[in-house]
């Protein structure tokens, strides 16, 4: 080494840096079926834009004064493009050391940390690119003692999430640290059959519970993502993933402070579909496909689902009306009649929150019976998740259209109007709505007319017509009591309008928002 | 040429089929009516194709996730 001149000890020190943990752990990591973080960066962003930093940090091995070795810091990060826009971007290196934390003078990213930092001093999106197993009890052994819980600070991940754009990627087994910083972002996305996560793994849950379970069954995708709604998305493989978080991220302003980037369109804007006059079946009990509405509606292709899996009876999606961001909330009348339930109200406080932080107009297509009935509803608490998207959907200030597809009850429907603001709501001629519906609510109301009829059943029904009667739509709109009917052909060229007017709005509310109260 | 399976998107019941196996099929159609929940949910074609396999008969229990017709592709 001594031979050298400074600038081939730089050279040399930036290939150990390249070596990673060494060939034979690199092999380990491809016969995971999973790429190293140098590949993964690679793979995720624009062509040649990754500018690393702290590339030369690691634990150097001395003979005497000769530098033999240097084994690299077992996390890679840096500033790099995605879209043309630029990121923050990190994540472990699992061939140096499972990506265990390194002893440097401060931390490169991951649990905080420069990537953290820049993101927020640059004021540009951060990935995290997850793949390390946190927190070990030979750290103590090490220090001499044990770490209190918190030493790596969460606080900048956590202010980051009203600053900038954060997605995290879970690459591999995440518990502890490293799982808590994955929930710690707007956005997350998981791989199929390569990527677990949980607050603690199978060892652990043995350990303290008696429970032998694997870690794909404790935390693979059919848990964290379907059933806990911990994990956002989940990708088919890591190309998959590298590519729903650029386009997710097409959606998003770089920072709070900007409006989101708007595209040009080739879709035309007054595109009215004939298919929408069909969508809603004539038969009131009868479910249809609020997705292909959704996409007959919205610029062709430009839907991005957020949470497919979780909280099925409602559809939440990124998409774009003639270019621009906008956030669709639909209920879907395929599961439980699309009544609210606690994993659909929470689906939507989380969805209503990420649009309005970041500037995104919200659409609400409604079809809604009310919140989620039964014992087992009440139980888990639905009460207070509906109630939640009722509080979150009042304190949003982001311009909001609501249009009422068919049914539109009770407090969830509350949850879809944006009274606080202009309190826009269109309808469509299938619409109905009220306090609670007929059925049922005709039981409650004329119970002992009913039950001193000659013919209680034949009573209710009467009562049950003559109600539903009032109830046309067309009878609140010449009542002002909605704005204005739509043919559901011209519900495209109609949000389109509104959608680019939110846009002078919008400027004027630039910058982070911060909300008062305790929510529900 | 490609078979895909159509699932249902629900648990509940099969209430009416509505094609038989061999008819021509356009992405949107329904093949089959469930009932869930009081709620008539049907079961609609992704692809255009033929209907070339029915899984199910009528008043059979159906979940979520599970095959109900096979689709050949055009």
């Known amino acids: 080494m001594s031979a050298k001149t400074p600038i081939e000890e730089l050279e040399q020190r930036r290939r150990w840096a390249e070596e990673q943990g060494g060939a034979a752990n690199v092999e380990r990591q491809h016969e995971q079926g999973r790429l190293t973080v140098r590949e993964r960066i690679a793979g995720l962003v624009d062509k040649g834009s990754f500018q690393e930093i702290g590339k030369l940090t690691g634990s150097e091995a001395y003979d005497g004064l000769t530098l033999k070795n240097v084994t690299p810091a077992p996390y890679v990060m840096g500033l790099a493009e995605i879209g043309g826009r630029p990121v923050a971007v990190g994540g472990e290196d699992f061939t140096v050391r499972g990506g265990t934390t390194a002893a440097l003078d401060k931390r490169k990213g991951g649990q905080g940390g420069f990537a953290e930092d820049m993101a927020h001093h640059y004021r540009i999106p951060l990935v995290n ?22 030493v790596d600070s969460f606080d900048r991940s956590i202010d980051l999430l009203g600053e900038v754009p954060v997605v995290s990627a879970v690459l591999g ?8 910083r994955a929930i710690l972002s707007h956005w997350s996305v998981m791989v199929k059959g390569a990527s677990q996560i949980f607050a603690a793994g199978p060892a652990v849950v043995e350990r303290s519970l008696g429970q032998k379970i694997g870690k794909e069954e404790l935390g693979g995708p059919a848990v964290a993502v379907d059933k806990a709604g911990a994990i956002d998305n989940v990708a088919e493989s890591e190309a998959h993933c590298f590519a729903l978080i650029r386009q997710f991220l097409s959606y998003m302003p770089q920072n709070v402070w900007e409006l989101p980037p708007v595209v040009s369109s080739d879709d035309p804007v007054d595109r009215c579909e004939d ?11 009868r479910a249809y496909d609020m997705r292909r509405l959704i996409n007959l509606v919205v610029d062709k292709g430009s839907a991005f689902e957020i949470q497919p899996s979780f909280g099925k009876a409602l559809v939440t999606c990124l998409a774009r009306l003639n270019g621009h961001p906008v956030g669709i909330v639909a209920n879907n009348p395929m599961v439980y009649g699309g009544a609210m339930d606690g994993p659909a109200a929470r689906k939507q406080v989380r969805f209503v929150e990420l649009c309005d932080m970041f500037h995104i107009p919200l659409v609400f297509l409604v079809d809604v019976p009310g919140f989620m009935v039964g014992l087992q509803a009440e139980q888990a608490g639905v009460l207070r998740d509906g109630m939640r998207a ?41 619409a109905e709505w009220g306090s609670l519906p007929v059925e049922g609510g005709v039981a409650v109301a004329f119970r002992r007319e009913i039950a001193n009829a000659p013919d209680p059943k034949k009573r209710e029904q009467e009562l049950e017509e003559e109600l539903r009667a009032y109830g046309s739509p067309m009878r609140t709109a010449a009542a002002f009591g909605v704005e204005d009917m739509l043919d559901p052909r011209e519900t495209r060229p109609y949000l389109c309008r509104f959608v680019a007017l939110a846009q002078t709005r919008l400027k004027t509310e630039l910058g982070p928002k911060l909300k008062a109260g305790v929510r529900p | 040429m490609a078979r895909e399976e159509i699932q249902s998107e629900v648990t509940g019941t099969v209430w009416k089929i509505e094609m038989k196996v061999g008819d021509a099929i356009s992405d949107g159609d329904t093949i089959m009516i469930l009932e869930s929940m009081k709620m008539e949910i049907p079961v609609i074609s992704t692809e255009d194709g033929k209907l070339v396999e029915i899984l199910v008969k009528e008043e059979q229990p159906v979940s979520e996730g599970q095959a109900v017709a096979v689709v050949e592709t055009a």
């Open chain 1, 275 to 285: 298919a929408l006059l069909s969508i809603v079946p004539e038969q009131r009990r």
């Open chain 1, 390 to 430: 009722v509080y979150v959907a009042s304190q949003a200030t982001v311009p909001v259209v609501t249009v009422v597809i068919r049914k539109c009850y009770g407090m969830a429907g509350m949850a879809t109007c944006h009274k606080r603001g202009l309190e826009f709501r269109v309808a469509w001629p299938s």
């Open chain 1, 173 to 180: 087994s995440a518990a502890g640290g490293p799982a808590g």
């Open chain 1, 129 to 150: 690119l997850i793949d390390g197993a946190g927190g070990s009890v030979t750290s103590a052994k090490r220090r001499g003692h044990a770490v209190f819980p918190g």
